[in-house]
């Protein structure tokens, strides 16, 4: 199938052919028409499934074809929340690029900036409002934005919301929409609580559900490394001499874990950088900047502040703590090897992630093939409790006199017993197994 075949207008057909997309992924070929019916949807998609395009495409049109811009002030059509400034970022660039030619006004607001050029933004009159919980819920009490005439909702990355504990800020929003309105539901998981939120907002959605955890371990030449913890810099310094990764997505489960890697990289020559909650947005932004204008070769981060990165081209992603959650590993991995293109994942693993690695072999359904050829490679395979300074507890910080937990999130804070605040679940002890 070809964008030809999904009835698009001819401005949105010519974008796509500007930017040289041609066949629509598995989620545009089902959402679009699906949006374009003006019905709800429940999408279920992971980053890099082209889920963006899926809802800006169709949005894009509806907007073209029922509102004819006048010479007044425009009034916002459409609005979509999302949970951090990356990824608003990008949806931006993906409205900027899709609807070049469609003659609509769209903006980006986000905190950790001034607010003036937002603000003089919204007074000139938009189309489509991309935002983040908090400076948009900021914006609306100064009265800068007003949501009743909003008639095309989408909340996207619902899961990540629930975990940096923004469900509430959500939901604040949600109460000032239009009751009639079209919304849109995007998360790449659905626990109970964001199913029970999803039925809150949506009116008989259908639902589209794109599972591309197969696709993704197959497309992605993927390689363990067993290692002794102690010698997992060392193992880093050496996998970084291949002259093949051209760019590299290092993974830490912890900010303080991705800070130490990048220092480690940098007293040994290496240009790094890393992204995680504790840096500023605009040190984050940098970081992203100069990864993806290739000032810098290696980029770590975390899984949170991670979500929704978008790198073109990226040669190697680089697990240098495995993840406690399998499908996790599927969202690290599916940064590299996208639209098409072939990508490498490196997996490190000590004695006290095998049961993790467990898990995740049982999720694909493939046993991850060893490279023992490297001079730090580990011969026993016991799985090993994780020691006592590895457990990872939320950082808490007054604020208001209220203890808070740290987010990968604006400028936010939560406080550290809400609801949304996740603990680790404890691995069932039993012994690893190669097979899956």
């Known amino acids: 199938m070809s964008f030809e075949n999904l009835d698009l207008i ?57 509102h004819i811009p006048s010479k007044g002030k425009r009034k916002i059509k459409s609005l979509i929340v999302t949970p951090t400034r990356e990824l608003a970022i990008q949806i931006g660039e993906s409205f900027a690029a899709y609807g070049r030619y469609a003659g609509l006004k769209h903006t980006v607001i986000y905190g950790g900036v001034g607010e003036r050029p937002q603000t003089d933004a919204l007074r000139q009159g938009i189309d489509i409002l991309i935002a983040t919980p908090g400076r ?17 909702f989408v909340l996207d990355e619902a899961d990540r919301m629930l975990d940096m504990g923004f469900i509430h800020d ?17 998360s790449a998981t659905m626990p109970t609580d964001i199913v029970k939120l999803s039925a809150t907002i949506l009116k008989n959605p259908l639902k589209v559900e794109v599972t591309p955890e197969v696709t993704t371990a197959e ?24 002259p093949e990764i051209i760019s590299a997505l290092v993974f830490t489960r912890t900010k303080h874990g991705a800070d130490k890697v990048v220092q480690f ?19 984050r932004q940098k970081a992203l900047s100069d990864f ?9 981060a975390t899984d949170i502040a991670a979500r929704g990165i978008d790198v073109d081209d990226l040669s190697h992603v ?44 049982r999720l694909i359904s493939q046993t991850i093939p060893v490279v023992s050829d490297h001079p730090y490679a580990m011969t026993d395979f016991t799985p090993e409790k994780a020691p006592a300074k590895t457990a990872r507890k939320p950082i808490r910080r007054e604020h208001n006199g209220q203890a808070v937990r740290e987010t990968s999130g604006n400028r936010e804070t939560r406080p550290t017993n809400h609801p949304s605040a996740q603990t680790e679940a404890k691995p069932k002890r039993s012994f690893w197994s190669r097979r899956p």
């Open 318 to 361: 680089i697990n240098y703590e495995i993840p406690n959650i399998p499908e996790t590993y599927i969202h690290r991995i599916g940064r590299t090897g996208r639209a098409g293109q072939s990508g490498i994942a490196v997996s490190f693993c000590d004695n006290t992630e095998i049961l993790f690695l467990r898990d995740i072999q």
């Open 219 to 242: 497309k992605v030449e993927q390689q363990l490394y067993m290692v002794n913890y102690a010698d997992k810099r060392s193992l880093l310094l050496h996998v970084l001499r291949n």
């Open 10 to 66: 001819e401005p949105i057909l010519r974008a796509l052919k500007t930017e040289g997309y041609e066949t629509p992924t598995p989620i545009q070929e089902q959402a679009i028409p699906i949006i374009l019916q003006r019905k709800d949807l429940l999408g279920c998609a992971q980053t890099g499934t082209g889920k963006t395009a899926a809802f800006a495409i169709p949005i894009i049109q509806i907007l073209y074809d029922t």
């Open 292 to 300: 993806k204008g290739g000032k810098i070769r290696v980029l770590v």
């Open 265 to 283: 990289l940098q007293k040994n020559g290496h240009q790094a950088q890393a992204i995680h909650g504790n840096k500023s947005q605009n040190a």
């Open 136 to 152: 948009l819920l900021d914006l609306m009490n100064q009265g800068y934005i007003d949501l009743r005439s909003i008639e095309l």
């Open 170 to 186: 959500v939901k604040r929003i949600i109460a000032e929409l239009p009751r009639e309105r079209q919304s849109l539901f995007f």
